[in-house]
């Protein structure tokens, strides 16, 4: 069933909770951007949450890399907190848990001494001897120095049953039984990540925990510690995982660069067509739209939405050319979203890519050259190989023979070369005048019009795959476009 917001309940608090101990997977954008699509689109309240209390495992650079791809989705937040900072309240929690009787603490090594086992994969569930201590008992011990961890004492009689309600994957019900004695804080005093997450979800009043299928099994701990800490559970819904084309989950040691939102930024993509992309990864909506905008997106995001299967990311080798390795429907929605941007816009985007190669274009000329590749780029950075010549004083070196028109010979290649460079000496450097002078001299000549064009873009672009003729020949100039075909004229002797 759908989701009904009442419209007298508080906004919903959603969050993105990344621990920073890696570089910003796609799998994390995604559950980012929906999180904040969900809180957009019900005029709620997008948090970022630094989860980096595994302080052996974190680092600047993953905290760099997590900012860096968020700040190129461009999204935004609303409030933003680091769980370090608040490790007196994870503590409090578990205190006031312990203090319940909902907890004890475990002076023995984890997972060893005497235990009890459950079903045939031996599951570790507790260690009798620390659950059954007395309180004076394990007070004595504390206050002797002795260490310990404080575990969650999951009820084992009774039959009582974990349950919650999955936006996604519909009633989760486990055996209370099954579930480990699972640590709140660790013999050195730090709380463990269930703890942490939940007592600052409590904290700021989470409405809706939006997160990777992954974490679905976690999930019956933590309804255990928010109950246990008097708190009613936010909701949930889980994301289906993002996977390989060979169905594996997503690994940047297994499958490289691929999975690194940044790698997505430096090949071209533009955000709003990588947040499209990453939308369609488990979720449609219900009129099987593909190329939509933010704005559309916001409108239309809904839980229901979400898919239950695993999504795939139909990549290739991560060593193969860009257009070989994306996503093809990446590159697709890419392009359609180049396509739609105001010509403004999109050479305001390609400029400093241009600048970062070495070429130094003014912003008046990349204007003019941006309409006539627009149609022909799927990533920004096709603008080196797609409007190169207009950049270079000097073409690189081209075969000679591509100067040869179809159906012609080196002769009426000279020939061509040969008239073009006098007409165009007297021509005005504007669309229709240059048309009508080329057209009149191939008449002149007695070749076709594209017996006449093509030694002519070879001359002036070094390829034959290139932009529309005439408008290419205005922005190049008269000077350029001379001096080209003077040289084509000398490699054809």
């Known amino acids: 069933m759908p989701e009904i917001l009442d419209p007298a309940s508080p ?12 570089f910003l997977h796609v799998g994390s954008a995604r559950t980012f951007i929906f999180n904040w699509l969900y809180a957009r689109h019900n005029g709620g309240i997008m948090i970022l949450r630094l989860d980096d209390t595994d302080v052996e ?18 999204l935004g937040w609303d409030e933003e907190y680091k769980q370090s900072e608040r490790l007196d309240l994870h503590r409090k929690t578990a205190w006031t848990i312990f203090e319940k009787g909902l907890a004890y603490r475990d002076f023995t090594p984890a997972h060893t001494g005497e235990a009890e086992k459950s079903g045939a994969q031996g599951t570790w569930l507790f260690n009798p001897g620390a659950r059954e201590l007395s309180r004076t008992e394990s007070d004595r011990r504390a206050a002797a120095g002795e260490p310990f961890a404080l575990r969650f004492r999951v009820p084992r009689d009774g039959g009582q049953l ?21 640590a709140l804080l660790r013999s050195d005093g730090m709380p463990t990540y269930h703890l942490a997450s939940c007592a600052d979800d409590a904290d700021l009043r989470i409405s809706h925990i939006i997160r990777g299928q992954d974490h679905l099994s976690n999930t019956y701990k933590h309804v255990l510690i928010f109950e246990a800490a008097g708190c009613t559970p936010p909701r949930f819904a889980h994301l289906p995982l993002l996977v390989a084309p060979d169905g594996t989950k997503l690994s940047k040691r297994r499958h490289g660069p691929v999975v690194s939102v940044t790698t997505y930024r430096d090949a071209g993509f533009l955000s709003e067509a990588f947040i499209n992309f990453l939308c369609l990864l488990g979720w449609s909506p219900k009129n099987d739209r593909e190329n939509m905008s933010l704005q559309e997106l916001t409108d239309i995001f809904s839980l229901e939405g979400i898919n ?3 999504a795939v990311v139909n990549f290739k080798d991560a060593a193969a050319a860009p257009e070989e390795t994306f996503d093809p429907k990446a590159l697709w929605l890419n392009a359609e979203h180049i396509r739609a941007l ?32 627009r149609e022909r780029i799927k990533l920004l950075r096709d603008v080196l190989t797609a409007a190169d010549f207009f950049f270079v004083d000097q073409l690189p070196p081209y075969d000679p023979a591509e100067l040869i028109p179809q159906k012609g010979d080196a002769a009426m290649a000279m020939k061509v070369l040969s008239r073009a460079r006098e007409v165009l000496a007297k021509v005005e450097f504007k669309h229709d005048p240059l048309d009508q002078a080329l057209r009149a001299a191939a008449q002149e000549l007695g070749v076709k019009a594209g017996q006449m064009f093509q030694p002519i873009r070879v ?8 932009p529309p003729l005439f408008e290419t020949l205005e922005v190049l100039g008269k000077e350029a476009t001379l001096a080209r075909i003077e040289q084509a004229v000398q490699k054809m002797r």
């Open 11 to 22: 906004k919903p608090r959603v969050r993105f909770a990344p621990s920073p101990t890696g």
């Open 57 to 74: 495992r974190n680092t600047q650079a993953s905290v760099d890399s997590i900012f860096d791809g968020l700040k190129w989705l461009n």
């Open 162 to 182: 974990v349950r919650f309600a999955d936006a996604v994957y519909g009633e989760q019900v486990k055996a209370a039984a099954d579930i480990e004695d699972f």
């Open 308 to 310: 239950r299967s695993n």
């Open 342 to 373: 105001p010509v403004e816009e999109l050479s305001a985007r390609l400029l400093p890519i241009v600048h970062h190669a070495g070429f130094h274009t003014t912003p008046e000329k990349m204007l003019r050259i941006t309409p006539l590749i």
């Open 459 to 466: 001359a002036v672009c070094g390829r034959k795959n290139a």
